[in-house]
Every structure is written in C-alpha cells, then in structure tokens.
C-alpha cells in the first residue's frame, strides 16, 4: 500500500484558490506564511506516509486487545504516538496559552485527512482527544482548563465523548446514567456508556471521559442532560495524578473494521465527575465536541478515498488482462494495463474528480471555521459561523459516503485480488464503514440540514448562501472559456433552489414526507455545493496554462458530465417520488 499525500493539490487549493491572505489577514495568525504551510504538510506527509502507513495492517491484524480489566494497543501504535506527541502533532489547532501551536484550522483539515487516510485506528485515538481539548477550552471553567488542558496539548493526557448507552445511541434524551451532587462540588456518576472510542487504552497517562448524565430530579429528555469530566486517575491540586477513579472497562468490541481502535464498555460506579457549564446545558455545549468530530469523519472519508484512489491508478497500470480499444498502447502485446480500459478509467475518474471537490469544500469550510473564530467582523464571523453550522451535515455524511464509493470501487479495479487480504483494500472498505453510523448517523445529518439548517432563521441564511452562489454562476455562465463547468453547476443549483424550496414547505406541512427525503437531499445539495467549488476553481485559473491547470480542467468537465447529473434525478426522486413513500404503512412493511 502507498500513500503520497496530495500536497501539490493542497497547497493549490490554499495558494491560489482561497489565497493564504485570507487566513493570515485573520488575528493570530500573523506568524503563519506559505514556506511554514508547505512545511507542515511535508512533515504530515512524511509522518503519515512511512510511520503511521506502516503499523496500519499490523494494527488491523493483532486488534487493540483488552486483558485483565485494561487495554492494550497493536505493536508499534506507542512509539508512533510519541513521535506524535514530541512532533507537537497534538497541538496543531490548539490554543498557545495551553501550550498549542494555535495553526489555522484549514490547515488541521488538510492534516486530518492525511492521516485519516493511512491509519483511521490511530486517528481515533488522536481525533477524539482533540475534540474534548475544545470542548473543555470553550465550555469549562478557568481552574478546570489551567488544571488540564495544558496536559491535553501535550498529548500526556486523552480524551473521550461518552455519550451513548445500550438503549440510547440516536436519541440522546433517554440516557440513563445518572449524576448526585456529592456536596462539595464535585458529582457522583453510575451509569454505562456502550461504544466509547478510545474509553482505555496505553498511550496515554490519564484520559479525560467528557460524560453526558442526568442530575437527580433534571428534567426529562434532552433539556435535562448536563456535561461532566470524569477523569480515569483523579487529579490532585497540584496536578499531579492520584487515586484511580471509579471507571472501570467491562469490554472492547469484536468489530468489522478499524480494529485496532478500542471501542470500549466503561463502567461508572459513583465515579467523581466536575460539572462543565451549567447544569442541564450539557448537550448544548457537547455540540461544540460533536461538530469538530463531524468534521472529522467526513475527513476520514476523503481521506481513504484517496489512499484508495492511489492504490487501484497503480495497481490498474500495473496489471495486463485484454486487449485495450484502439488506439492500443502496444499492438504487439497480447494484453494491456487495464487502466487502457475506459470502464476502468471512468472508475478511476469519478473517485478523482469528487475526491478533489471534495477537497476544495473541505478548504473553503475550514477557512470558515477560521474566520468564524478570528474574525474581528462580526458580521464576516456570524456569516462565516452559519457557513459551518450548514456544511457540517453535509461534510460528515457526503464525505464519509463517498469513502464508501471510492474504497468499493478502487477494491473493484483490484478484481479478486482486491477482496483477498493481500493488497490492503479490503482493510479500506472496512475501515470506512463505521464513518457513516457514528458521530451521529448519515441519517441524522440529513435529518440536521433538512429540518434544522434549510428551515427557520438558518433556513434564511442557506437562501443567502445559495443566492451568492447563484450570482457567482450566472456571472461566468457565459464565459465560454469555462462555460462548460459553470453552465451544468447553474443548473443543478436552480435545481437545488427549487428543491429546497419545496422541501421546506414540506417540513411545515408534512414532516413525515420530508424526512424520508433527507438523505437524498443532502446528497442532492453535496453534489451541487461541490460543482459550485469546481466552478470557483475553474473560473480562478480560467487564463492559466500548463499540465496541471489542464488536467483541473479536464476533472471539472468529467464531474459536471458524469457525476453532477445525478442531480436531476435526485430532484425528481424527492419530489415526484415522495407519494410513492408516503403510501406506505409501517403494517405494509412488517405485514407480508
Ligand atoms: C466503532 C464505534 C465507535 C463509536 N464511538 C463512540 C464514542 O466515542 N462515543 C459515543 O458516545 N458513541 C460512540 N459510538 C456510538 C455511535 O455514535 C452510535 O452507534 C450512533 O450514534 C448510532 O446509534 P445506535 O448505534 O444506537 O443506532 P440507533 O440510534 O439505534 O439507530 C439505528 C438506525 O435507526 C436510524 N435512526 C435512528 N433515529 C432516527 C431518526 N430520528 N431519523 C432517521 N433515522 C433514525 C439510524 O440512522 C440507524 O440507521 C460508536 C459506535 C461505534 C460502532
């Protein structure tokens, strides 16, 4: 297996298309230019490619492995974790005053994919540490973020998001465990939390459980869930770890795919818990974790449709079966590279050509999230804020779909040789396949942009953000030097007006019609956001020349004509096929 980060493609996307200006203009990062940029991404790239690439297999087939009440991660996942940590990898976006490098979020996308993409496992056990730094830095207080955060930053330290019960995954408002006030500020907890990524393991000295639970006498449902921190190992004043905590792990699950990522069981037995934020607040500020890992996932995605993505284009000039179409390469050949096929080539393209839209949404998202907590504009923050609030859904469930796609399809260019062990892609496939059902399941993001992001106060802002999209299109429609990408992107998003509009009325007028249209819909919207990003580019090198402005060219034209028109029949499957749903009972389901 191989992986070349596609740094040339990065650093486009942040040079020429969104301009690196944009970022530095921005407070605080003033001390960030293009060579400090590059020179990330070339280290990410080294690290993920030689150190994390390697352990990922191996990972896989010894499994994180849980033995006398504790857990223990495959060979190799320690001594890269401290590399990690030395490197400051743990501390890219985090805040200096903790001891973070305070970089530019659009650059930690570009990093979390990367190593999404060589090693999902040992992603988790960074990812979800990352998340419960922010959470804590945004939601608690001032002793609790000095006492801990700077531990986090150095990676000493780990966190969690425990969220999810046996009985309540979705639907957090029935949560069982349960928290008493011990009388001196502090909480006790009991409960079970099923599921929880990186709940032990050996890389770290202490992890830092964020648990969602419900004081004695909170009201039912969502609005009487508050947050707590429930370290492993108690913290005593001055720092320094003391007794264990009454957390204990029953199990790790036996799971398809990213096996070397422990997904544990955690017991509470009265364990000692600090509140963060106010009581029955906790879900609210838990968004603040659960949209970083959103985010996340989508990268995990993006990234292992381009580890794939690389695979299957070697692994296609490298294997001879039949004769290509004219015009061959080698007549005197009885067989030619199968990359010679157009069915393969065709494969090859739709993964390339939506891998590097999708990378441009993730871009143009990340410089967002960096406006939204650095502008000094408030009117550029809240636009920029909304902008992330509504690409988030689409970002979690689009990517992670399209890593979905992309790890089948190149496993199919393999042929058979794709579903036996040998060449890793059958590990890709697996490991992809948690990223649509956690983090809150592509359903539910549907659900979340349907019935929350195109609806109500944020509902108008879509309006705004597809209009200046719209005016953008219309502009360079007639431009025939790139009319070719712009037209079929204005079409979809008339498309995608229309839609949303009717989908809207639906929602007020009949929910149920409505939500058995999300999926499609957010795949409608993914499709045509990402055909507005082709577009921007397009337009922004429509005067340059050589191989690599050719070859964008090319893709742009490839996803407008053989992915984008997609569009259209989702429209109609929404529209005109909603009756078809809607006369169905559940008895016609269950019934016969
Ligand atoms: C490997 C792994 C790691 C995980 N890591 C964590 C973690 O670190 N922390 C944590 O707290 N949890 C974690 N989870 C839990 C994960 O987030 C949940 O599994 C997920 O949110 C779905 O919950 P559920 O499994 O109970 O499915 P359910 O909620 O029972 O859903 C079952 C099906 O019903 C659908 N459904 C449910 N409600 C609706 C609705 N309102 N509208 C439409 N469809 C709906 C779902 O989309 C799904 O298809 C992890 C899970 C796994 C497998």
Known sequence: ???????????????????????IALPGYEEVDAELFEAILEEADRFSGTELLSINRDGDEHGAKFENGTVTTPPGFKEAYTQFI????????????????????????????????????????????????????????????????????????????????????????????????????????????????????????????????RIEGAPAGTRGISLF???????????????????????????????ASATCTLNFD???????????????????????????????????????????RDYAQERTQSKAPA????????????????????????????????????????????????????AAAADAENTVALLTPVIKAHFSDLGMSSTLSAQQIYGGHGYVREHGMEQLVRDCRIAPIYEGTNEVQAIDLVARKITGKT??????????????????????KVAAIVG??????????????????????????????????????????????WSQIIVSIRDKEGSFYDIKRKLARFYMQQVLPETSALAATIIQGADALADFEVSDLVGQ
């Open 1 to 23: 297996m191989i992986y070349n980060a596609p740094i040339k493609d990065m650093l486009f996307l942040v040079n020429e298309w969104i301009g690196l200006d944009k970022v």
């Open 86 to 213: 030395e490197n400051g990898w743990a501390g890219i976006d985090a805040d200096p005053e903790h001891g973070g490098q305070g970089l530019p979020k659009v650059l930690q996308n570009l990093i979390d994919e990367m190593v999404g993409a060589v090693n999902v496992s040992f992603k988790l056990y960074t990812e979800l540490s990352r998340g419960a730094y922010h959470l804590m830095n945004h939601a608690a207080s001032d002793e609790i973020r000095e006492k801990y955060l700077p531990k986090m930053v150095e990676g000493v330290w780990s966190g969690t998001m425990c969220l999810t019960e046996a009985h309540c995954g979705t639907d957090l408002g029935l949560l069982n465990t349960k928290a008493v006030p011990a009388g001196d500020g502090t909480y006790k907890l009991s409960g079970t939390k099923i599921f929880i990524t990186s709940g032990d393991h050996d890389l770290t000295e202490n992890i830092l459980h964020l648990v969602i639970a």
């Open 229 to 259: 921190l429930v370290p492993k190992i108690l913290v005593n004043e001055d720092g320094s770890l003391g007794e264990r905590n009454a957390v204990n792990t029953a199990s790790i699950e036996h799971k398809m795919g990213i096996r």
């Open 270 to 312: 009265d364990a000692t818990g600090y509140l963060i934020g106010e009581e029955n607040r906790g879900l609210a500020a838990m968004f603040k974790m659960m949209n970083i890992e959103r985010m996340t996932v989508g990268l995990q995605g993006l990234g292992l449709s381009e580890i794939a993505y690389q695979n299957a």
């Open 327 to 378: 015009p061959r390469p080698d007549d005197s050949k009885p067989a030619d590279p199968i990359i010679y096929q157009p069915e393969m080539q065709r494969q090859l393209l739709t993964i390339r050509s939506q891998v590097e839209g999708a990378r441009a949404l993730s871009v143009f998202t990340g410089l967002h999230v960096d406006i939204m907590e650095r502008s000094a504009d408030e």
């Open 459 to 480: 509902g108008e802002f879509a309006d705004r953000f597809l209009a200046s999209w719209q005016e953008f299109l219309r502009e360079h429609e007639d431009d025939e």
């Open 488 to 533: 079929p992107a204005a079409v979809a998003l008339e498309c995608l007006i229309d839609t949303t509009r009717w989908l809207r009325e639906k929602v007020q007028s009949d929910d149920a019609t409505a939500r058995g249209a999300a999926s499609q819909y957010l795949r409608l919207f993914a499709l045509t956001i990402i055909a507005c990003m």
